[in-house]
Nanobody, 125 residues
Framework: QVQLVESGGGLVQAGGSLRLSCAAS????????MGWFRQAPGKERKFVAA????????YYADSVKGRFTISRDNAKNTVYLQMNSLKPEDTAVYYC??????????????????WGQGTQVTVSS
């Protein structure tokens, strides 16, 4: 089993940057593909980015491609989401998730097995 804890969210102006972290417990972290999702109020949870177990393969939603970067450090049991050129429409609660298989990118996130509690990202215009 894997427990996930996100951090790094906050309030930022449009055009700014944030880096989210997701710390995982358990010795099997490196076995899992990891994903980031986001959910705005009243809307479906949307896929943002995914990374395979090794960190060698990544996959992005079109809406964040070129602005966001997912990475992982298996020695630290942590996955990151670097978010640059943020826009007000990026405002949401961001969740990390762990699962088997790559890429897992369906909105809703039903392909993933474990989830964090989420961290709020608010981008002001």
């Amino acid at each position: 089993q894997v427990q996930l804890v996100e951090s790094g969210g906050g309030l930022v102006q449009a055009g700014g940057s944030l880096r989210l972290s997701c710390a995982a417990s358990g010795r099997t972290f490196s076995s899992y593909a990891m994903g980031w999702f986001r959910q705005a109020p009243g809307k479906e949870r949307k896929f943002v980015a995914a990374i395979d177990w090794s960190g060698g393969l990544t996959y992005y939603a079109d809406s964040v491609k070129g602005r966001f970067t997912i990475s992982r450090d298996n020695a630290k049991n942590t996955v990151y989401l670097q978010m640059n050129s943020l826009k007000p429409e990026d405002t949401a609660v961001y969740y990390c998730a762990a699962g088997f298989g790559f890429p897992l990118y369906r909105d809703g996130g039903g392909e993933y097995d474990y989830w964090g509690q989420g961290t709020q990202v608010t981008v002001s215009s």
